[in-house]
């Protein structure tokens, strides 16, 4: 019998290490097992009797498994791949350790997949550094506040919702209404911040990870992001593995003093492969049909987001997670999970969608927790009268479809608000620096837009940036986190007074010339 399992472990070491790539899972057999059942991405295998939670289980064909379901007579073998080729009565390897991707920076500029694989064509990752996809999140006393911004480019985003290196902010909507791209946004704000942006696709369509993947290209961006894809024809382990395995390639470079920021799209997706596979292996069903686990299935992926304290370089992992929402309903169950483990939401609303207003996102539903503590010190000086005005808005706008008749004060409310709005619509892709948002801001809190037509007012902020753009050590000086003073508080009004008033003048002269 010791002959027949060294035999085995030879043909099954063989067979694995061609497989896989170069120094992963190398079997230290100790065991072999028999499948006795197969189902949709699961199987059941007899006896391993000494095998560890998680242990990585090897198979026949190249396709390997997790042991998820210890019985005493029984394992259940989350697979990880599709199981056309596993046949009953096969024999099951273990391997002796869990799972690990390749971290590094060998990974910047490639697209893998859940197990670290290139998908890319770009040949292997010539690193042979691994790690575990399951990892202890940073215990208390080795984190440290989170105090700097991670900007967007996105107005209604860095104004009002500010997202701090760090952070776990929830992005949340239903379907289609522009989720993804403002996850896609934050990415290629990073441009000039040296944080590497990982992009994990759990579940979505291939085409939607090739647009995505297009994108990151053309604005030169995948040369300093991974891509890690799970998509939705792959089997269910995989999706379940994936964030998991994007994070602590992040971790790598977080330990290492380097900021990285990371998007899920969407654990939606993942709590439904996951509970695909927990009904397949028997776990008993709770809420909705999800197992009692699910809340710390996010959870301890989530938790590993963080700020780490200089004594330990003080890197950060940013988390951005994406969620699906039904018919607008926010306090369903996994919502709920996620919103209670974040620091915030970002809720993104259908109607404002369909009304044409994007990004959709509703500033009042939308909260950060960190708030102004991770945000430009010149944001402040706009923040708390931009929310004000814009909420005011809000809601004098639902009162006023009454018919009711409004006072002047009313009126003049509306208008500043609907200008407001209007200066915070923002086309796809179509990123703001911190200096030029201020600026324009400033000029809309500050009522200089109120005598423009509100269908004048997208030329007016051009205007303004334009303005701004030419002047680099203003621009220095806001990103850099001064204060707005008094000198560049005047200067930013004065040069917004003398946009506006040549748009005035241009429009005053185009309808003088009318016949």
């Known amino acids: 019998m010791g002959d027949t399992l060294k035999t085995l472990a030879r043909r099954f070491g063989a067979a694995f290490e061609a497989a896989a790539p170069v120094g992963a899972f190398t079997p230290q057999a100790t065991e072999v097992g028999t499948v006795v059942a197969i189902g ?44 056309e080729g596993l046949r009953i009565g096969a024999d099951a390897l ?16 490639r697209i893998v997949d859940a197990l670290g694989r290139p998908v890319d064509g770009e040949g292997p990752i010539a690193t042979r550094t691994r790690q575990p996809i399951e990892q202890p999140a940073p215990a208390i006393i080795d984190r440290a506040p989170v105090t700097t911004p991670l900007q967007t480019g996105i107005k209604a985003i860095d104004a009002t919702i500010p997202i701090g290196r760090g952070q776990r902010e929830l992005i949340l909507g239903d379907r289609q209404t522009g989720k993804t791209s403002i996850a896609l946004d934050a990415i290629l704000n990073q441009h000039s911040s040296n944080v590497i942006s990982i992009y994990c696709a759990i579940g979505q369509r291939t085409s939607a990870v090739a647009g995505v993947i297009a994108t ?24 379940y593995v994936a964030p998991y395995a994007a994070t602590t ?14 998007v899920y799209d969407d654990l939606t997706r993942h709590a439904r492969a996951y509970r695909e ?21 996010h959870a301890r992926l989530l938790e590993r987001a963080t700020h780490l304290k200089s004594e330990l370089g003080g890197g950060s992992l940013t988390a951005l997670p994406i969620i699906e929402t039904q018919a607008q309903n926010i306090s369903a169950y996994i919502p709920t999970n996620l919103i209670s483990i974040t620091d915030g939401q970002i809720y993104v609303s259908p109607d404002l969608f369909r009304r044409g207003i994007m990004p959709a996102i509703d500033i009042g539903l939308s909260v950060s927790r960190v708030g102004g503590d991770a945000q430009l010190a010149a944001y402040r000086s706009v923040a708390g009268d931009l929310k ?52 324009v801001l400033l000029a809309a809190t500050s009522g200089l837009f109120d005598a423009l037509a509100v269908d004048q007012v997208a030329a007016a902020e051009a205007a303004i940036r334009a303005r701004i753009a030419d002047q680099p050590e203003w621009k220095e000086a806001i990103t850099g986190g001064e204060v707005l003073s008094d000198d560049l508080k005047a200067w930013l009004h004065d040069a917004a007074r003398q946009a506006v008033a040549g748009l005035t003048k241009t429009a005053e002269k185009a309808a003088n010339d009318q016949p």
């Open 40 to 83: 949709d991405g699961i199987a059941e295998v007899t006896g391993l009797n000494h095998v560890r939670p998680d242990e990585l289980i090897r198979l026949p064909d190249g396709l390997y498994g997790l042991a998820s379901s210890i019985a005493r007579d029984r394992v259940g073998v989350i697979l990880l791949g599709h199981e």
């Open 94 to 109: 273990r391997t002796g350790r869990a799972i690990d991707v390749p971290v590094g920076d060998q990974l910047v500029g």
């Open 216 to 239: 990151l290209k053309k604005a030169d961006a995948l040369k300093r992001s991974i891509v890690v894809t799970a998509s939705g024809d792959e089997a269910p382990g995989l999706q």
């Open 249 to 262: 390639m992040a971790e790598h470079f977080m330990a290492r003093g380097r900021d990285v920021v990371i």
């Open 277 to 297: 596979l927990s009904l397949l292996l028997r776990r008993p069903p709770g809420r909705e049909a999800y197992p009692g686990d699910i809340f710390y299935l």
């Open 388 to 439: 004000l005005a814009y909420a005011q808005y809000q809601e004098l706008e639902t009162f006023s479809r009454f018919g009711s008749r409004l006072d002047l004060d009313t009126l003049a409310r509306l208008e500043r608000g609907r200008r407001v709005r209007e200066i915070l619509r923002q086309s796809e892709h179509n990123l703001v620096p911190a200096a030029e948002q201020i600026a």
